[in-house]
């Protein structure tokens, strides 16, 4: 399955967190934080201005992105975990 979002959403596949500490320390599945990286697989059109325009999203299918820990729609696509964010979700853009 595919997904297309609409306006100003973006497809946010999660990366997983770190197993080890800078240590050495093997980190149980119950310690993992939960990922607040991400790989952008899909991306919306843009918002829809007043004017009848769209504001084009400032982000790109396959760049890697910081997002707020609760934020989205944590969803399942082909038993695949990914989030639906909103541009206003994404903090960064790691370069």
């Given at each position: 399955m595919q997904l297309k979002p609409l306006d100003?959403?973006?497809v946010v596949k999660?990366?997983?967190a770190e197993e080890t500490t800078a240590g050495g320390i093997v980190l149980p599945d119950a310690a993992k934080e939960k990922s607040q990286r991400g790989e952008v697989i899909a991306i919306g059109p843009g918002r829809l201005l007043d004017s009848g325009e769209r504001c084009a999203v400032g982000l790109e299918v396959g760049d890697t992105v910081l997002?707020?820990?609760y934020g989205g729609s944590d969803i399942e696509v082909d038993g695949e975990e990914?989030?639906?964010l909103r541009e206003s979700d994404i903090l960064a853009k790691i370069v």
């Amino acid at each position: 399955m595919q997904l297309k979002p609409l306006d100003d959403r973006i497809v946010v596949k999660p990366i997983e967190a770190e197993e080890t500490t800078a240590g050495g320390i093997v980190l149980p599945d119950a310690a993992k934080e939960k990922s607040q990286r991400g790989e952008v697989i899909a991306i919306g059109p843009g918002r829809l201005l007043d004017s009848g325009e769209r504001c084009a999203v400032g982000l790109e299918v396959g760049d890697t992105v910081l997002f707020g820990k609760y934020g989205g729609s944590d969803i399942e696509v082909d038993g695949e975990e990914v989030k639906i964010l909103r541009e206003s979700d994404i903090l960064a853009k790691i370069v």
